[in-house]
């Protein structure tokens, strides 16, 4: 196997929607990081069954709603 061809494999903090942190091994960011999750399973609806507000990112949903309001 080559050498420096696979990226480093180490301990992150990934801390959950309702404030809940565990420690998983990844490669996302360095030793030690803390991953903060918008959804997960305790709040998405697909594993909830829930409706859930939708975020409005940068303002996308407003724009899209503004651009099709007078549509149909």
């Known amino acids: 196997m080559k050498k420096d061809t ?28 803390v991953l903060t999750l918008d959804i997960d399973p305790t709040s998405h609806p697909a594993w909830t069954g829930g409706n859930q507000q939708l975020m409005d990112r940068g303002g996308r949903v407003s724009r899209f709603k503004d651009k099709f309001k007078g549509f149909v």
């Open 6 to 33: 696979h990226p480093e494999y180490h301990l992150i903090t990934v801390k959950m929607t309702d404030g809940t942190e565990f420690q998983t091994k990844s490669t996302w960011g360095k030793e030690g990081d």
